[in-house]
């Protein structure tokens, strides 16, 4: 007989899934992200855009230019686009949907979502052991913003594959650089060309300060050259540049002028669109945000700095705290900017908690994560509340979504109780939400 090939290390899964853990996690987040995925109408004012652009997209043959109506959209590249473009064609060839059915655009945020899990799982085993990163990947997909995300036709899940793709392959540089392969070099350059296409510099942005925090707390950085920069950054350019370069030229550079000065350069001076929050936010609604995972990843900070000496958790600090702070200091402010940074997180709060030797954390700071588990909860029934939804601005039918200021903690609370196939607080009278379909308004 064969000799069995479970692992033991992951507990009491069912035997088929301890060998098979991408399965298991595939299947959680199925569990996790169907409901209410086919049903649920437009749930913001943004995810209604990104789907009408990618909409005229197809209608026009026209995948350079991004527009909302009559009216350029120059704010982010047009990558996440492409993906629903891709999504809602095959969608239409298996005759499943129509290009005016929302989660044919969401497809793309549920599969990025999903990719971001697998590779937290992937790349967390030679990071934190292969029993903790199964949990935190497992932490991941159940983090509350997650779920939010993988429900909107929108960047960020996608872009959080791209992340933890790219800081996946980083860390095996960091940790191994002489095994580390021309091809796994290539693979790190173009993940961060296709996370350009996403969202402009953010994704970058990840590997880039976690590099430099790294070259200045190791005082070297024997890393760099197994990456390859002398031929992997022109190929990162490469990946990007035809599309900015053809942008460019069609809009006579208004792309970059707006997108630029006028749409990052507003984020980083003021609370765009009514959406600035103090330094510290995203520490105070990180219970909320990481809900249910967050209390252990707070109870694991204190033990992770006392190991910081430690590659692995050097590694993972150094991804998390310096982008951390910027997205602290940067005016606006909303839960799903520092999503890049959670498969870390995660897998440092999944590292202590299958630690037997763990560490409890000093007095005061078990009754600080246990209130942030509280008051998660709180607002969480708040959210759930009879007037959950007139406290976030959101009124069915009397509000447009291009005016109205919905809170994030009141989603679940609007979409729920919107009629299937109407969009909350959209209004047919509201340019340019007259282009879009009516299923998508309400």
Aim: glycine share 10%.
């Amino acid at each position: 007989m064969a000799p069995s090939r479970t692992d033991r290390s992951l507990g009491a899964l069912p035997e088929a899934l301890q060998r098979r853990p991408r399965l298991a996690l595939v299947l959680l987040c199925l569990a996790l992200w169907l409901p209410g995925f086919f049903t649920l109408p437009a749930t913001d004012r943004d995810e209604a855009r990104f789907a009408q652009a990618t909409k005229q997209m197809l209608d026009t043959g026209d995948y350079v230019r991004i527009r909302v109506g009559e009216e350029e959209r120059n704010k982010k590249p047009a990558g996440i686009h492409w993906l629903q473009a891709a999504s809602v064609t095959l969608v239409e060839a298996a005759h499943l949907g129509t290009r005016r059915d929302i989660w044919a655009y969401r497809i793309p945020s549920l599969l990025g979502g999903m990719l971001a899990v697998l590779a937290t799982f992937h790349w967390g085993r030679s990071l934190v052991g292969r029993r903790a990163a199964l949990l935190g990947a497992a932490m991941l997909a159940s983090s509350l913003v997650l779920v939010a995300e993988a429900h909107i036709a929108k960047t960020d899940a996608a872009l959080l594959a791209t992340v933890a793709a790219a800081m996946g392959l980083f860390a095996q540089a960091y940790l191994r650089p002489e095994h580390f392969t021309a091809k796994q070099a290539a693979g790190f350059w173009l993940v961060l060309g296709v996370s350009i296409l996403l969202k402009g510099p953010v994704g970058p942005m990840v590997p880039l300060l976690a590099g430099i925090t790294l070259a200045v707390a190791d005082k070297g950085a024997p890393w760099l050259r197994a990456l390859r920069p002398g031929w992997g950054l022109p190929l990162m350019v490469a990946a990007a540049a035809p599309w900015f370069v053809a942008i460019g030229i069609a809009t006579e550079g208004r792309f970059f002028e707006q997108a630029v000065g006028g749409d990052m350069l507003s984020k980083i001076g003021s609370g765009e669109e009514k959406h600035g929050g103090p330094p510290g936010f995203y520490l105070l609604s990180f219970g909320i945000a990481a809900f249910p995972g967050a209390w252990i990843v707070l109870c694991a900070l204190p033990t992770a700095w006392r190991d910081r000496l430690n590659p692995p958790t050097r590694f993972l600090l150094a991804w998390i705290v310096p982008s951390w702070l910027v997205f602290e200091a940067v005016s606006t402010k909303l839960p799903h900017y520092t999503l890049p940074m959670y498969p870390a997180l995660m897998l440092l709060g999944a590292a202590w908690a299958m630690d037997p030797l763990r560490r409890l954390p000093a007095r005061w700071w078990r009754w600080f994560a246990l209130a942030a588990l509280g008051l998660a909860a709180l607002g969480l029934a708040l959210a759930a509340g009879p007037r959950a939804g007139s406290w976030c601005g959101i009124r069915s039918g009397r509000r447009c979504c291009c005016r109205s200021e919905p809170c994030w903690s009141g989603w679940w609370r609007a979409t729920r109780r919107a009629a299937p196939g109407a969009a909350p607080g959209c209004s047919a009278r509201c340019s340019p939400c007259r282009s879009m379909p009516r299923c998508w308004r309400g």
